[in-house]
């Protein structure tokens, strides 16, 4: 099915009569202006930011088939756009952000350390959890980054529950909390977005949908498959974004943002992506076809776009040869660090249970 | 720079698997993402892509070989050298190798020894209270005592609590801190615990325990995992309390004693007071406490009033047990309000000459083992009385100890005294039938007792 590059320009009409209900309204200003006008560097940086994402992942794939990352790996590859746009708009002092199982991507958007994230990965004591939570559970209380989540959905309401905490302390912060078009299906979902707009969260619900939950294309598992209308139930504006392009993803990110800053509750955002790679490691991919997975990856590919961006702009070609030869020495020591470092204590097996000893 | 392909590992529990099929040959020149081969495991065909840019130098596995153990080298690549300059992974043990020796050699940690209730002064006025003032008081101060605290639930604010227990805290705390919730047990829970993970202390009410089934994959998954999951980062201090077992004739999906669900979980602190000083100092305890805490509390319990200190800060210790009347012949182990029923057995059988000890567990998780093992070295005699089915309950766990550590104290085999083993009925008849009574406790312990 292969959703493409360009978002939907037409939206559910709104409520007849009802103004105050401008559920199109955050689209229309997307549609307005929808690249962030960024500079040279800027997009350098999300450049840099996505290809680290990008070799990171390559790498964690092959340390899976060598056997150094056991249980279950789900990669973001293909996706690097939504975390990278969407997280270099947030502000690192006081927003927070929540995601599911495929967290890698999210985490280095967030400029968390790779070692770290690597090591974890590999199950050892240098690892972010010590060695204790794996792929999927992740988190970095320091970068406000709180998982890294492994139950399909839990960190939608869990997400609502950390803006409800920005809102009772009135620190201005806005939690971003990522799902896929599978996690769309949970029924707590709805009860998440219920609350959220009934008492105004500062929080933006950010689908991304890839086009398949594990095995099952959109159309096959979703009754509505435009994700940004089904916050229209609780009268949350939505946003229909091409999630292929870190530009466009930026600007829609701003747009949500001031929505939600003022004081004007959730906003629920699709992000049209896709990932190449299988649910996970052990994905045989046979839902899809090899073509499709080619055609995105050779047409939309966000990381080629941005470069041949930069190139148009006259960016030295050998500068970003210098950043491409830099992550991948960046990624080469994370995975060094992460196969040397010593697994856990065996005495770890017991820390951590509860905090306090009663 | 030549690249070694391995067999790659597929699935979590792959070791080996048969190259079906190469489709690339020597002397091909490939880029990441180009199919290599088939893999056939036991679950399934899997393409194997190619990750490195370069040209296929040696295949050192033919097509249709089986058996190929995971990190065998299949294949070499040549580098043509450009951009995608890839590492070349060492040569090491596929999976890193654990010595199942050294695992077994790790014990946990010994248990420190568990702080004593604080005594109560001498002079200290003593009030008539029922649980449920006791359970309110307990988050009034709290809320005074720290604006972190909030409490959400289902009717606890304009309505004053479905069982009255969050009384006035709307009047006093405002609908800030005193939230009424939709009717949407999973969604709250789990905005509770993303609450409590941001650094607040929620304090979610559930009408009662029974509607927390649909809330508990964020008691366990979300509140009671993190903080290990996390290595230590992640805390999620919240309270999760309400009504717990069988009511009165509200039938069988509105009436189960959940205390050995939850008592089965790592992670949570499981608390069941039975009177209304324990009530308000665990609560207490509870909602200071960094982990997060079931607090189970119990419908029938809630009016009846007993002595309560009047201390300006009444906190107890979580853990420890309590021995709410001493005796010499044997013990009664029970919680929450089975305890009632202990102390009335126990009165029953003082008239027959049998001086029982009561012990009340007070908290299920972490169990304080110590005083059930001490009462059984003084009495030698055990009889478990639970509000709750038999099967795998806080009562088997209980046995369970006593054979494992304190079986040279036996004089007798440890019965429980639990509900029938049945979903519990309607029919009044049926419902008394179903239930732990007195009679049934006091008959157990005459059993114990050669009597």
Known sequence: ?358 | MAIELKMPALSPTMEEGTLAKWLVKEGDTVKSGDILAEIETDKATMEFEAVDEGTIGAILVPEGTEGVKVGTVIAVIGEDGGAAAPLVAEPKPAVPEVSPASAAKVTPPTPKPRPEDPAVPAGTNMRSATVREALRDAMAEEMRRDSRVFVMGEEVAEYQGAYKVTQGLLEEFGPKRVIDTPITEYGFAGIGAGAAMGGLRPVVEFMTFNFAMQAIDHIINSAAKTNYMSGGQMRCPVVFRGPNGAASRVGAQHSQNYAPWYANVPGLVVIAPYDAADAKGLLKAAIRSEDPVVFLENELVYGRSFELPELDDHVLPIGKARVVREGRDVTIVSYSIGVGLALEAAEALAGEGIDAEVLDLRTLRPLDKQAVLESLAKTNRMVVAEEGWPVCSIASEIIAICMEEGFDHLDAPVLRVCDEDVPLPYAANLEKAALIDAPRIVEAVRKVCYR
């Open chain 1, 1 to 358: 099915m292969a959703r493409t590059a360009s978002p939907k320009k037409s939206a559910p009409k709104d409520a007849a009569g009802d103004e105050a209900f401008a559920l199109r309204s955050l689209q229309e200003a997307h549609a307005k202006s929808p690249r962030y006008p960024a500079s040279d560097d800027e997009l350098l940086h999300f450049y840099e930011q996505m290809l680290l994402i990008r070799r990171f992942e390559e790498k964690a794939g092959q340390l899976y088939g060598l056997g150094l990352i056991g249980g279950f790996c789900h990669l973001y590859i293909g996706q690097e756009a939504v975390a990278v746009g969407l997280q270099s708009a947030l502000d690192g002092e006081k927003d927070s952000v929540i995601t599911g199982y495929r967290d890698h991507g999210h985490m280095l958007a967030y400029g968390i350390d790779p070692k770290a994230i690597m090591a974890e990965l590999t199950g050892r004591g240098a690892g972010i959890s010590r060695g204790k939570g794996g792929s999927m559970h992740m988190f970095s209380t320091e970068h406000k980054f709180y998982g890294g989540h492994g139950i399909v959905g839990a960190q939608v309401p869990l997400g609502a529950g950390l803006a409800f905490g920005h809102k009772y302390r009135e620190d201005g912060g806005v939690c971003m909390a990522y799902f896929g078009d599978g996690a769309s299906n949970q029924g707590q979902v709805y009860e998440a977005f219920n609350m959220a707009a009934l008492w105004q969260l500062p929080v933006i619900f950010v689908v991304e949908n890839n086009g398949y939950a594990m095995g099952t294309a959109v159309k096959r598992g979703s009754a509505e498959t435009h994700f940004y209308r089904r916050g229209t139930a609780f009268r949350i504006p939505g946003m229909d974004v091409n999630g292929m392009d870190v530009l466009e993803v930026r600007a829609a990110a701003e747009v949500a943002l001031e929505h939600v800053r003022s004081g004007k509750g959730p906003v629920l955002m699709e992000l049209h992506t896709y990932r190449y790679r299988g649910h996970s490691m052990s994905d045989p991919a046979k839902y899809r076809s090899r073509e499709e997975v080619q055609e995105m990856r050779e047409k939309h590919d966000p990381i080629d776009a941005a470069r041949a961006e930069l190139l148009a702009r006259g960016v030295a070609e050998d500068r970003l040869k210098e950043i491409e030869k830099q992550i991948r020495s960046k990624v080469n020591e994370a995975a060094d660090f992460s196969e040397n470092s010593p697994e856990p204590e065996l005495s770890e097996l017991y820390t951590d249970v509860l905090v306090e000893c009663y």
